[in-house]
């Protein structure tokens, strides 16, 4: 059951052959012997949860089900969620208890899932390993002593220990993907827009998108279906027609357009990761795909203007965070000054202090033009790299981080090595472009590798697709991390 | 030494709507403390905001009544500060491409409206949201804070230091007051905050060209204020600069008890506010289809109205014109709800009584309306009845004396009654016919010999006595005009 995807699991829930209650619990338990360890999830709450596969249950029993219906799906505790502890990952919200539901969240209730619990995260999604977390890192379920990457590790740790069938997650730049990588799993960012960001605490508004982690591509497209939908909420939120995202999962290979840019595969990529990425794209071309080498020159430009960009945002964004009206708040202080000044030192990680810091150093007065104005104008030349990419080729691939996970605490002191995790992704979400990740080996010391698809604006259904077919022929997706029998 | 006064204002209008500028939230004033703040207004974490729609038809009839450019697009953007009743820690507000951009207003400064018209030049009116408010009564050495405010629209109008005095300032900012209200765009309501301004001023010795470092006064509420402030702020610039001193650039407060300014900070502590485009919003893009359905909906702008009420041509648009006098048309065009009162009774009298109209507008109904402090809105005589009232002074029914009576037994609780009912039970109803007047006159004649002897001997005084006596056999119901025609008369023959 626990390596069920999500159609199975829907078949045996629409057959009554089993009832959301059991599936829960079920997950319930898998979380209560795994999360000591593993740390992926802030907050389960039992009751609640059961409630929801209640109301499940009766859905599925009037006939009022949709695929997804009684379905655990673990959320990303970056989603404002009623009623629950709300954290995001930080000291600042640890005493938050959401009174409203994201978009996000509202839309998997109405869909009937059950909320599972809220799982771990970089703090306010800033980390590529999940080692800013106020409640301590999350552990890769492939090897324990290596990170699961971020922000979104909780999420991916959680769908690769089988802790939930699948969970939410937010990138900003690479925060579903490289972890998707890391974990062994498969995580989409759809097209900026596609996902309200509404309830979804903004760390860079212009970057952050909200989408699935799972087992495999078939079931993202299940995710998706859910996920996406336009919310007058969110003034970015895109009036696109709804799509069916598993529509196109059959679609063949055959004549595909695969362009390598060249820039993906040059200095700081590791061995063991080129070799997996070039048997997959061997797989490809087996299938019947086309590979062409292309170029995307200003690739090298991206993670230094995603470290304006973000930050600048993140600086402004964290400001709501003061003390005054939720969150933390300092139990002794001066004045408001201090109070100010305390609530923040204490509320928030060096990590986010640093981004806040930058941020509000690029955006100072004197300093706006060079920094941010220039990489607002450099992001732009970024887009423009993938629209001449496009031209040539449908999808574009490449590894989806340099390295397999890393050990934990590797990095942690140098946060220019960090940030560098995040060299492939970070191009797709300046650039607004859809990217996902599926497993497609192991390299060193048995640690995963994903391969990055990128698809043009709106290929969500062709991306998926392409995935689907490579994991209809191969079996990488299907793998698990050894972990304690159940 | 001669100085020079340089004003330029800041002024912020609330906007007229339902609904705030980025929520759903109810901008009515005086709600109880944080009554009317939803989830935005209060910045939760992971809301948004959605810009309201109605706000940006507002801005856009601003700006096309001054003769403005609509920038499209036009950006919101952050301005970044630390503040308890500012709860996201920024303001949405608007600084590289505001929505409104140039245009310019008239004003007359002078007491002689023929004279002193001066153009003031409006560099731009942007929008952004107000901030709430901070309570630092009551809550035993806590600051309280009320979020109702936060998030209310407002339209920032920003003029050029086009100003020469605080005359001129008042005059300007009345003019935009009078233009918002006149709009509909703005209650333009001052003791509720819905309408304050910033006032920026400096000197320079007469003929300099360059202007002088500026001091900003904040927060101005009355325009009284606004006058005191810029006189202590120029008269102390003034000092300063006649003592060998010099002007540091200053943000300051002006105290209206002891009528002075006072500094609230400086340039050096002045802060850093990183302005930076919204991500959570798109640049706001109007077309121009959108700006000519706006400016369809739009009413006649108070300057266009004004001269079509002085101008004696029917104007090529057909709309009529009374041929009043500047002043009259200063009066009437005060306010919109003045001007269409106006123009509801002359239209049914016609435009060649344009001239009486005014005057009842401007004199018995406005007098009234003082007293009793009212809008003329919520006058109890409508247009209509004061139109019929007007009517019977035309038609010679009553006299304009009779007239007032009338009018102010009407005010006095007998609305919905016309002109015509009161004349008729009261008995009105002015006597014209010449051969009972005749007989009258004749009649106080014989009976005032002396008054007659005085008139034969040049003391004209006598007249207005003989007149008078005649009024009194009638009870002021003779028709004046006739009495005075036949009394000349039939002294004539006496002679």
Redesign the interface.
């Given at each position: 059951m626990f390596n069920s995807s999500l159609n199975q699991l829907s078949t045996l829930l629409a057959t009554k052959r089993v009832s959301s209650i059991e599936l829960t619990r079920d997950f319930l338990r898998n979380i209560k012997s795994l999360n000591k360890e593993y740390n992926a999830f802030i907050t389960v709450n039992e009751e609640m949860s059961l409630d929801q596969a209640r109301i499940a249950d009766a859905m599925i029993a009037s006939g009022e089900g949709s695929p997804l219906t009684g379905i655990p799906i673990a959320h990303k505790d970056i989603f404002c969620t009623k009623g629950w502890l709300t954290t995001c990952g930080s000291k600042m919200l640890s005493n938050f208890i959401s009174p409203y539901d994201a978009h996000v969240i509202e839309l998997f209730n109405k869909a009937g899932t059950v909320n599972i619990g809220k799982t771990n995260m970089d703090e306010f999604a800033m980390g590529s390993s999940n080692e800013t977390s106020f409640y301590g890192p999350v552990k890769n379920p492939w090897d324990i002593l290596s990170v699961p990457g971020g922000s979104s590790g909780g999420s991916a740790c959680a769908v690769a220990a089988r802790m939930a069938p699948a969970a939410t997650g937010t990138d900003t730049g690479g925060s579903i993907r490289q972890p998707a990588s890391l974990c062994g799993v498969s995580g989409i960012k759809p097209t900026y827009g596609l996902v309200s960001r509404y309830g979804m605490i903004a760390f860079a508004s212009s970057l952050d998108q909200g989408g699935p982690i799972a087992k495999s591509a078939a079931d993202l497209a299940l995710m998706l279906n859910v996920m996406v939908g336009f919310d007058a909420r969110d003034s970015t939120s895109l009036q696109h027609e709804n799509e069916d995202y598993t529509r196109e999962l059959k679609g063949p290979i055959e004549g595909l357009r695969i362009g390598l840019p060249k820039e993906y595969f040059a200095e700081g990529l590791s061995d063991d990761v080129s070799r997996a990425v070039d048997a997959a794209v061997a797989e490809y071309s087996k299938l019947g795909a086309k590979i062409i080498e292309v170029s995307l020159p200003n690739t090298k430009l991206s993670i230094p203007v995603y470290y304006v960009l973000a930050p600048a945002e993140a600086s402004s964004n964290l400001s709501r965070f003061d003390g005054v009206r939720y969150g933390h708040r300092s139990e002794e202080y001066n004045n408001l000054d201090d109070m100010y000044l305390k609530s923040r030192t204490q509320g928030f990680g060096a990590e986010v202090k640093r981004r806040i810091l930058i941020g509000t150093y690029v955006l100072s007065h004197g300093y706006y033009d060079a920094y941010y104005i220039k990489a607002q104008k450099l992001r732009r030349l970024i887009a423009q790299d993938f629209t001449g990419v496009f031209k040539q080729c449908d999808v574009i691939m490449g590894p989806t981080s340099p390295s397999v996970a890393f050990s934990l605490g590797e990095r942690s002191n140098d946060p220019l090595q960090m940030y560098l995790s995040d060299a492939y992704t970070a191009a797709a979400s300046l650039a607004g472009l859809p990217g996902m990740s599926i497993p497609v080996g192991f390299g060193k010391k048995n640690r995963p590798v994903g391969l990055h698809i990128i698809g043009n604006y709106f290929a969500e259904a062709k991306i998926l697709s392409i995935a689907h077919q490579f994991q209809q022929v191969t079996d990488w997706h299907t793998k698990m991390p050894d972990i304690k029998k159940f | 030494m001669q100085w020079e006064v340089v004003v330029g204002l800041e002024i912020h209008t609330q906007l007229l709507t339902q609904s705030k500028l980025f929520s759903g939230a109810s901008t009515t004033f005086g709600g109880a403390p944080n009554s009317q703040a939803c989830?935005v207004d209060?910045?939760?974490?992971?809301?948004?905001?959605?810009?309201n729609r109605g706000v940006v038809e507002l801005a856009v009839k601003f700006g096309l009544s001054i003769d403005a450019r609509i920038n499209s697009p036009s950006i919101f953007a952050?301005k970044?500060y630390?503040y308890?009743d500012l709860?996201?820690?920024?303001q949405i507000s608007q600084f590289e491409l505001p929505i409104v951009e140039g245009g310019q207003i008239n004003i007359q400064t002078g007491k002689n409206n023929e004279e002193d018209e001066r153009i003031i030049n409006i560099t731009r009116a942007h929008l952004e949201e107000d901030a709430g408010k901070s309570l630092h009564e009551d809550f035993h050495g806590m600051?309280g804070?009320d979020l109702n405010r936060a998030g209310t629209p407002l339209l920032e109008i920003v003029s050029e230091p086009d100003m020469r005095s605080s005359a001129e300032a008042v005059a300007f900012a009345k003019k935009i007051h009078t233009l918002v209200r006149w709009l509909g765009i703005s209650d333009g309501n001052m003791e509720e905050g819905s309408f304050r301004c910033d006032a920026n001023v400096s000197v320079r010795r007469l003929g300099d060209d360059t202007l002088g470092t500026r001091r900003e006064i904040k927060n101005l509420n009355s325009f009284r204020y606004l006058q005191q402030a810029i006189e202590y702020e120029a008269e102390f610039q003034k000092y300063i600069l006649e003592t060998g001193g010099k002007i540091k650039q200053a943000t300051v407060l002006f105290d209206s008890e002891k009528r002075e300014t006072h500094v609230m900070r400086t340039k050096e502590d002045s802060h850093?506010y990183?302005?930076?485009p919204d991500?959570?919003?798109?640049p706001l893009i109007i077309s121009s289809d959108w700006i000519e359905e706006i400016r369809a909906s739009m009413v006649e702008p108070p300057d266009l109205c004004f001269s079509r009420f002085i101008d004696s041509e029917i104007g090529s648009n057909g709309k009529e014109t009374y041929a009043l006098s500047k002043y009259d048309a200063t009066m009437l065009t005060v306010d919109i709800d003045i001007a269409t009162y106006f123009e509801k009774v002359v239209r049914i009298i016609g435009r060649k009584e344009a001239k009486l109209c005014a005057n009842w507008v401007i004199g018995e109904v406005a007098t009234r309306l003082n007293q009793d402090n009212k809008n003329i809105t919520a006058s109890p005589i409508s247009p209509q009845q004061l139109a019929e009232l007007i009517l019977r002074i035309c038609d010679g029914t009553v006299s304009g004396k009779t007239a007032k009576d009338i009018f102010n037994t009407m005010w006095d609780g007998e609305s919905h009654t016309s002109a015509d009912e009161i004349i008729k039970i009261k008995g009105l109803r002015q006597i014209s016919n010449s051969d009972e007047i005749t007989k009258l006159v004749d009649m106080v004649l014989i009976e005032n010999p002396q008054q007659v002897a005085d008139f034969c001997r040049g003391k004209e005084r006598a007249f207005n006595s003989l007149v008078g006596q005649v009024m009194k056999k009638t009870k002021g119901k003779a028709n004046p005009a006739q009495v005075n025609d036949i009394l000349k008369e039939r002294l004539k023959k006496k002679n």
């Amino acid at each position: 059951m626990f390596n069920s995807s999500l159609n199975q699991l829907s078949t045996l829930l629409a057959t009554k052959r089993v009832s959301s209650i059991e599936l829960t619990r079920d997950f319930l338990r898998n979380i209560k012997s795994l999360n000591k360890e593993y740390n992926a999830f802030i907050t389960v709450n039992e009751e609640m949860s059961l409630d929801q596969a209640r109301i499940a249950d009766a859905m599925i029993a009037s006939g009022e089900g949709s695929p997804l219906t009684g379905i655990p799906i673990a959320h990303k505790d970056i989603f404002c969620t009623k009623g629950w502890l709300t954290t995001c990952g930080s000291k600042m919200l640890s005493n938050f208890i959401s009174p409203y539901d994201a978009h996000v969240i509202e839309l998997f209730n109405k869909a009937g899932t059950v909320n599972i619990g809220k799982t771990n995260m970089d703090e306010f999604a800033m980390g590529s390993s999940n080692e800013t977390s106020f409640y301590g890192p999350v552990k890769n379920p492939w090897d324990i002593l290596s990170v699961p990457g971020g922000s979104s590790g909780g999420s991916a740790c959680a769908v690769a220990a089988r802790m939930a069938p699948a969970a939410t997650g937010t990138d900003t730049g690479g925060s579903i993907r490289q972890p998707a990588s890391l974990c062994g799993v498969s995580g989409i960012k759809p097209t900026y827009g596609l996902v309200s960001r509404y309830g979804m605490i903004a760390f860079a508004s212009s970057l952050d998108q909200g989408g699935p982690i799972a087992k495999s591509a078939a079931d993202l497209a299940l995710m998706l279906n859910v996920m996406v939908g336009f919310d007058a909420r969110d003034s970015t939120s895109l009036q696109h027609e709804n799509e069916d995202y598993t529509r196109e999962l059959k679609g063949p290979i055959e004549g595909l357009r695969i362009g390598l840019p060249k820039e993906y595969f040059a200095e700081g990529l590791s061995d063991d990761v080129s070799r997996a990425v070039d048997a997959a794209v061997a797989e490809y071309s087996k299938l019947g795909a086309k590979i062409i080498e292309v170029s995307l020159p200003n690739t090298k430009l991206s993670i230094p203007v995603y470290y304006v960009l973000a930050p600048a945002e993140a600086s402004s964004n964290l400001s709501r965070f003061d003390g005054v009206r939720y969150g933390h708040r300092s139990e002794e202080y001066n004045n408001l000054d201090d109070m100010y000044l305390k609530s923040r030192t204490q509320g928030f990680g060096a990590e986010v202090k640093r981004r806040i810091l930058i941020g509000t150093y690029v955006l100072s007065h004197g300093y706006y033009d060079a920094y941010y104005i220039k990489a607002q104008k450099l992001r732009r030349l970024i887009a423009q790299d993938f629209t001449g990419v496009f031209k040539q080729c449908d999808v574009i691939m490449g590894p989806t981080s340099p390295s397999v996970a890393f050990s934990l605490g590797e990095r942690s002191n140098d946060p220019l090595q960090m940030y560098l995790s995040d060299a492939y992704t970070a191009a797709a979400s300046l650039a607004g472009l859809p990217g996902m990740s599926i497993p497609v080996g192991f390299g060193k010391k048995n640690r995963p590798v994903g391969l990055h698809i990128i698809g043009n604006y709106f290929a969500e259904a062709k991306i998926l697709s392409i995935a689907h077919q490579f994991q209809q022929v191969t079996d990488w997706h299907t793998k698990m991390p050894d972990i304690k029998k159940f | 030494m001669q100085w020079e006064v340089v004003v330029g204002l800041e002024i912020h209008t609330q906007l007229l709507t339902q609904s705030k500028l980025f929520s759903g939230a109810s901008t009515t004033f005086g709600g109880a403390p944080n009554s009317q703040a939803c989830a935005v207004d209060i910045a939760l974490p992971g809301v948004l905001p959605v810009l309201n729609r109605g706000v940006v038809e507002l801005a856009v009839k601003f700006g096309l009544s001054i003769d403005a450019r609509i920038n499209s697009p036009s950006i919101f953007a952050r301005k970044n500060y630390f503040y308890p009743d500012l709860p996201k820690g920024y303001q949405i507000s608007q600084f590289e491409l505001p929505i409104v951009e140039g245009g310019q207003i008239n004003i007359q400064t002078g007491k002689n409206n023929e004279e002193d018209e001066r153009i003031i030049n409006i560099t731009r009116a942007h929008l952004e949201e107000d901030a709430g408010k901070s309570l630092h009564e009551d809550f035993h050495g806590m600051t309280g804070i009320d979020l109702n405010r936060a998030g209310t629209p407002l339209l920032e109008i920003v003029s050029e230091p086009d100003m020469r005095s605080s005359a001129e300032a008042v005059a300007f900012a009345k003019k935009i007051h009078t233009l918002v209200r006149w709009l509909g765009i703005s209650d333009g309501n001052m003791e509720e905050g819905s309408f304050r301004c910033d006032a920026n001023v400096s000197v320079r010795r007469l003929g300099d060209d360059t202007l002088g470092t500026r001091r900003e006064i904040k927060n101005l509420n009355s325009f009284r204020y606004l006058q005191q402030a810029i006189e202590y702020e120029a008269e102390f610039q003034k000092y300063i600069l006649e003592t060998g001193g010099k002007i540091k650039q200053a943000t300051v407060l002006f105290d209206s008890e002891k009528r002075e300014t006072h500094v609230m900070r400086t340039k050096e502590d002045s802060h850093d506010y990183r302005y930076f485009p919204d991500p959570d919003l798109l640049p706001l893009i109007i077309s121009s289809d959108w700006i000519e359905e706006i400016r369809a909906s739009m009413v006649e702008p108070p300057d266009l109205c004004f001269s079509r009420f002085i101008d004696s041509e029917i104007g090529s648009n057909g709309k009529e014109t009374y041929a009043l006098s500047k002043y009259d048309a200063t009066m009437l065009t005060v306010d919109i709800d003045i001007a269409t009162y106006f123009e509801k009774v002359v239209r049914i009298i016609g435009r060649k009584e344009a001239k009486l109209c005014a005057n009842w507008v401007i004199g018995e109904v406005a007098t009234r309306l003082n007293q009793d402090n009212k809008n003329i809105t919520a006058s109890p005589i409508s247009p209509q009845q004061l139109a019929e009232l007007i009517l019977r002074i035309c038609d010679g029914t009553v006299s304009g004396k009779t007239a007032k009576d009338i009018f102010n037994t009407m005010w006095d609780g007998e609305s919905h009654t016309s002109a015509d009912e009161i004349i008729k039970i009261k008995g009105l109803r002015q006597i014209s016919n010449s051969d009972e007047i005749t007989k009258l006159v004749d009649m106080v004649l014989i009976e005032n010999p002396q008054q007659v002897a005085d008139f034969c001997r040049g003391k004209e005084r006598a007249f207005n006595s003989l007149v008078g006596q005649v009024m009194k056999k009638t009870k002021g119901k003779a028709n004046p005009a006739q009495v005075n025609d036949i009394l000349k008369e039939r002294l004539k023959k006496k002679n």
